[in-house]
C-alpha cells in the first residue's frame, strides 16, 4: 500500500521530508506527535526519510517497490 509508520517512541516528531534518491523534496509534515503515517509515492524507487524530532535528526534509506 505503500503506507509507513514512523514511531519516535518517548520523542516528539517535528517535522518529516521525504526525498527522492536525487535530492528531490517530495513531501513535508509538519507536526508534533509521537507516531506519524505517510504515504509513500507510487513509484517504485527509493527514497529518504528525513525526520527531525525535540532530540535530533535522522534519515532513512526507504525502498518502494
Not at 51 to 63: A, D, P, Q
Given at each position: 500500500?505503500?503506507?509507513?509508520t514512523?514511531?519516535?517512541?518517548?520523542?516528539?516528531?517535528?517535522?518529516?521530508?521525504?526525498y527522492s534518491?536525487?535530492?528531490?523534496?517530495?513531501?513535508?509534515?509538519?507536526v508534533?506527535?509521537?507516531t506519524?503515517?505517510?504515504?509513500?509515492?507510487?513509484?517504485?524507487?527509493?527514497?529518504?526519510?528525513d525526520?527531525?524530532?525535540?532530540?535530533?535528526?535522522?534519515?532513512?534509506?526507504?525502498?518502494r517497490?
Open positions: 500500500t505503500g503506507e509507513i514512523i514511531h519516535a517512541g518517548t520523542d516528539q516528531i517535528l517535522e518529516v521530508n521525504l534518491i536525487a535530492g528531490e523534496l517530495i513531501q513535508t509534515r509538519r508534533k506527535v509521537q506519524l503515517r505517510m504515504t509513500l509515492p507510487d513509484t517504485p524507487g527509493t527514497y529518504l526519510l525526520v527531525k524530532t525535540n532530540r535530533g535528526r535522522r534519515i532513512e534509506k526507504i525502498l517497490q
